[in-house]
């Protein structure tokens, strides 16, 4: 919705998102083009693992019943070839999001690709250690697990409410081994943690931050959901900037760095990690 017009309806865009395999990659890439657009929501429509006619004719009846912008990964030619006659028949934009990609890179390399459905998800050794990585982001959220954070990749610490589990959930999509623990005012850091230090052979700590003002906004909201009224100094402004600060200072003694999430994503958030913990290993 538009901020300069706050009675504008956002307009309704149907979008089919086709694929033959899981759909992340056409989803994925969907929403980030939808978000820079304002006063549009899209009602979206994702068929996956679409490897057959009659799957895609029941996709086709959906099409038509809601007509909109089809995002396809097909590799199918024959399933293609009918997807794009049938959204030119309806006169509504049909696009193959993968195929500006696999041209440069046949061009480039001089060879055909391979035409595989979901070769991506193949289970292989990366496969295993994502895996891997999620079992011991699971085993290892809000501080579990202390007694094997050495064998950790990354250990986030940070005050409550700044998205610790789901950033270490996706850095664990990402193969990488996260764990999390909360930093709790008056309550000393764990040894476990404090014993991490900064070298390069250590897990790389990283301390998440959010301005104050912000964290008491959405920890009000959090024990509203709750049914929780009493006010007390997890919601108190002074209370949560020495909070803050005191997280700062930790993370500075011990060279640990920090990242403010105040305007970022899980995404943005979990892509600076990664950024801090490729030149962490470089140095190892």
Request: net charge negative; aromatic share 6%.
């Given at each position: ?59 086709l009846e959906g ?189 500075a003694e011990r ?30």
């Amino acid at each position: 919705m538009s901020e300069s017009d706050p009675e504008t309806t956002p307009e309704i865009v149907h979008l089919h998102l086709v694929s033959d395999s899981t759909g992340e990659t056409v989803h994925g890439l969907a929403r980030a083009v939808v978000v820079q657009f304002e006063d549009v929501d899209a009602e979206e429509h994702l068929w996956t693992l679409v490897r057959s006619t009659s799957q895609l004719d029941r996709v086709l009846e959906g099409i038509r019943r809601n007509p909109g912008i089809v995002m396809f990964t097909l590799l199918n030619d024959e399933m293609r070839e009918k997807l794009v006659l049938a959204c030119r028949e309806l006169r509504i934009p049909c696009l193959s999001v993968l195929d500006p990609f696999i041209t440069s890179f046949e061009t480039y390399l001089g060879r055909a690709s391979r035409d595989m459905p979901g070769r991506q998800h193949e289970l292989d050794t990366e496969y295993f250690a994502r895996i891997e990585a999620m079992q011991y982001a699971l085993a290892h959220d809000d501080g579990q697990g202390l007694w094997n954070l050495k064998n950790a990749d990354v250990v986030v610490i940070g005050v409550s409410r700044t998205s610790k589990t789901p950033t270490c959930i996706y850095l664990a999509n990402r193969g990488v081994r996260a764990a999390n623990v909360p930093f709790v005012p008056g309550i000393i850091m764990p040894d476990e943690v404090l014993s991490l230090g900064s070298g390069p052979t250590a897990p790389l700590v990283v301390g998440l931050t959010k301005d104050p003002a912000q964290l008491v906004q959405i920890r009000k909201n959090r024990m509203r959901m709750l049914s929780e009224t009493d006010e007390t100094d997890y919601v108190d402004l002074e209370t949560v900037r020495q909070e803050v600060t005191t997280c700062r200072r930790i993370c500075a003694e011990r060279h640990w760095p920090v990242i403010d999430v105040s305007r970022r994503s899980i995404e943005e958030t979990a892509a600076t990690i990664l950024k801090y913990y490729e030149r962490h290993i470089d140095q190892a």
